[in-house]
């Protein structure tokens, strides 16, 4: 397990190859409930396992170098306060104005949660960037014990060895993990652009699905990241 904080980049292009790979899983089955993929300039996690994230980029998926927040919330934390509003403060200890605003205005908003009619924040893990690093009032290791080893994969530097890990975690097969590859580096590559997918891509997504209308799913989620089908081009 990784002690070193990642590289604000590297988190970005992380949760980029993670969408793509989210937005393939929606194309084979709906068994893949559990959500993982982008909303707007939101890379939101949900593990199924009482574990909650979302990492907020002010540059959305189209800009690496702009600030973020993350905000993580781990069911089985020590950290974790079940009836009363936590002290919220005490994780943002040391971070920006802006950061602090960006996780007020818009990433605690996915992580709430209504107790006895009261609404609560919930969070176990917080951390936002500083000099191109990821900075928090923990460590990483630390963070990564209470609800940010959602995003382990998505924080290593090396992408093939993240492409290793989601293929193990997601079951793909090598075939799925090129293509992922390939779509990944060209949305990397013109981040700001539109990646657009042939039609052969797209019947190749058909390929793949076990049921019927996956495919319309995976479009959604692949349009979250600016990757659209050719039948969208105008």
């Known amino acids: 397990m990784s ?10 292009r992380g949760a980029i190859l993670g969408g793509i790979v989210s937005a393939i899983d929606y194309a084979r089955s709906s068994q893949f409930s559990t959500f993982y993929g982008w909303r707007r300039n939101h890379y939101i996690i949900n593990g199924g396992d009482g574990r909650d ?12 170098a702009a600030p973020l927040v993350g905000v993580f919330h781990d069911i089985h934390s020590e950290k974790f306060v079940i009836r009363n509003e936590i002290e919220l403060e005490r994780f943002f200890v040391g971070c920006p104005a802006y950061q602090r605003s960006l996780a007020e205005q818009e990433a605690l908003h996915y992580l709430r949660l209504r107790y006895d009619g009261v609404l609560l924040h919930r969070a ?3 951390f936002w960037d500083h000099d ?11 963070l990564l014990l209470n609800g940010a080893s959602l995003i382990e994969n998505e924080s290593f ?19 799925q993990t090129r293509f992922a590859r390939n779509l990944f580096e060209r949305k990397i ?15 190749w997504l058909k390929s793949i699905a076990l049921e019927p209308k996956t495919t319309e799913v995976a479009r959604d989620a692949f349009r979250e990241i600016g990757i659209y089908f050719p039948d969208e081009l105008k």
């Open 124 to 126: 176990t893990a917080v």
């Open 53 to 64: 994230g979302i990492i907020t980029f002010a540059g959305g998926h189209w800009l690496p």
């Open 132 to 142: 191109g690093l990821v900075a928090s009032v923990d460590s990483w290791s630390t």
């Open 189 to 203: 590559a013109r981040p700001a652009a539109r990646v657009w997918l042939s039609a052969e891509e797209v019947e």
């Open 157 to 175: 530097d090396n992408t093939e060895e993240a492409l290793r890990r989601f293929q193990v975690d997601h079951g793909t097969s090598d075939e």
């Open 3 to 12: 002690v070193e904080f990642p590289n604000a980049i590297t988190l970005w």
